[in-house]
């Protein structure tokens, strides 16, 4: 879904651009309500995992792959603000460093990949949550159905843009379908990654889960034949409120996922790229910017060995995106922490 430069002519790249601008700004916003000490250095841990993950192209069609988009899994993880923030980092990174996605379409990928998605699974999240059983279950039940929708929402996004920008005169209609068609098939894979990684999070640390709060009934006791609530627990001690261990258990498994298991990953052009060749939208596709960087195509320049040299750039990839996410939300938290003065952070709820 990376779209590159020379798909969207220069207006509607230079409109998407201000939209994402805007939406990063009131995400930036936001997201000073949503982190705490405790989620702050797990949001720039979620960006390197969308990374990693975004590295493993994964089979859909015949000569068709697909890869996680990620707007879904971050939003319900560590809210929908920081969230677009997660993506929009992961976007910055593989446009600058990696020369996938183009620099002058940054704002279209932003606004498709980071916003659209996200704000579409977060909505069918919280309005999936509302209605099934306050379980666990329910909430890995409900992130497969928001990534699911996610994924073609964006397709329909892009088609939406290319129809009032695009470079090449071709039919909409079967752009749209095209689109659809494939990113329904990627969406399966994305609402199964999705599920599984909220899945496994909340059966260990539901309290780090940001779509899983306040999703407790209150325990009941019965005194003198009436009900009423029980005293609320009391606080938990430091060792159980530690991030450590997860923190490190998802660096890790982000280094490995990038480091090794990328090289495994579908050769097969992704959603966007099949749909571009077969419908002629690819022809007048710029070469990008930073396409002579010493990480260009995911991969470490003057290193022969393949299997060497994606791996080196997966892991610098996985690296330097926890340090940049990581920067941008403590510098976030510090901020709401500036304005708000000394305050307690209340305990969070679990499910």
Aim: net charge neutral; aromatic share 6%; proline share 5%.
């Amino acid at each position: 879904m990376h779209v590159p430069d020379g798909f969207i002519n220069a207006p509607v790249s230079a409109a998407t651009g201000v939209v994402a601008a805007g939406a990063v700004a009131v995400s930036l916003k936001g997201a000073r309500r949503e982190l705490d000490e405790r989620t702050a250095p797990l949001a720039g841990l979620v960006a390197a995992f969308i990374f990693a993950v975004q590295m493993l192209n994964f089979p859909v069609a015949a000569g068709t792959s697909g890869h996680l988009l990620g707007g879904a899994l971050a939003a319900i993880l560590v809210g929908p603000y920081t969230g677009v923030l997660c993506v929009s980092v992961v976007l910055l990174m593989q446009g600058v460093l990696f020369a996938d996605g183009g620099l002058t379409a940054l704002g279209v990928n932003i606004t498709d990949m980071a916003v659209v998605t996200t704000v579409v699974a977060y909505a069918v999240f919280r309005g999936l949550v509302k209605v099934l059983p306050r379980t666990r279950r329910s909430i890995t039940i409900a992130s497969f159905a928001a990534a699911l929708l996610s994924v073609p929402a964006a397709a329909v996004a892009f088609t939406l843009i290319y129809a009032v920008g695009g470079t090449t005169d071709v039919a909409i209609g079967k752009v749209a379908t095209a689109m659809v068609g494939v990113h329904i098939l990627i969406g399966i894979g994305e609402a199964a990654i999705t599920a599984l990684t909220v899945g496994a999070v909340v059966a260990v640390r539901p309290d780090l889960v940001y779509g899983a709060r306040g999703l407790t009934t209150p325990l009941k006791l019965r005194v003198g034949g009436e009900l009423v609530d029980a005293p609320a627990a009391g606080p938990q001690p430091v060792a159980a409120r530690s991030t450590r261990k997860v923190w490190i258990t998802g660096l890790v498994t982000s280094l490995v996922l990038a480091g090794f298991v990328s090289f495994y990953a579908s050769a097969n052009p992704d959603g966007l790229e099949k749909v571009a060749q077969d419908q002629g939208i690819d022809k007048k596709t710029e070469e990008h910017a930073t396409s002579d960087s010493p990480l260009a195509d995911y991969g470490v320049k003057d290193v022969s060995d393949a299997r060497l040299s994606g791996g080196l750039a997966g892991v610098i990839g996985v690296g330097v995106t926890v340090v940049a996410g990581s920067g941008v939300f403590w510098a976030v938290r510090r901020r709401r922490t500036a304005d708000a003065g000394p305050t307690a952070v209340p305990q969070q709820e679990t499910v």
